[in-house]
């Protein structure tokens, strides 16, 4: 069993940065695929980025591409999603994602979520 808690969320102007972060526990983090996805209002969750277990390799949806970089802190069980450039469209609940595999990155996006975070908030006002 793998516990994953977000922090970092908030109320944000357009055109500004914010960085989620996701707390680890349970075990070993190492051997997980890690990923964030997003759900707006009325929307279906949808994949945001995921990072390989090494943090070598990462995977981005198109519409983040260039804005947003994940990264993770294996030392530290943690994952980072640094987000810039924020549009209202990136409003959303921001979840933390992971998944048992020393496959590809791409994995996590092809075939699902083992372990889910709670959410956390993030609003960006125009």
């Known amino acids: 069993q793998v516990q994953l808690v977000e922090s970092g969320g908030g109320l944000v102007q357009a055109g500004n940065s914010l960085r989620l972060s996701c707390a680890a526990s349970?075990?070993?983090?190492?051997?997980?695929?890690m990923g964030w996805f997003r759900q707006a209002p009325g929307k279906e969750r949808e994949f945001v980025a995921a990072?390989?277990?090494?943090?070598?390799?990462?995977d981005y949806a198109d519409s983040v591409k260039g804005r947003f970089t994940i990264s993770r802190d294996n030392t530290k069980n943690t994952l980072y999603l640094q987000m810039n450039s924020l549009k209202p469209e990136d409003t959303a609940v921001y979840y933390c994602?992971?998944?048992?595999?020393?496959?590809?990155?791409?994995?996590?996006?092809?075939?699902?979520?083992?372990?889910w975070g709670k959410g956390t908030l993030v609003t960006v006002s125009s």
């Open positions: 994602a992971a998944k048992h595999s020393l496959g590809p990155v791409a994995t996590m996006r092809i075939d699902g979520v083992d372990y």
């Open positions: 349970g075990r070993t983090f190492v051997s997980y695929i």
């Open positions: 990072i390989s277990w090494l943090g070598s390799n990462t």
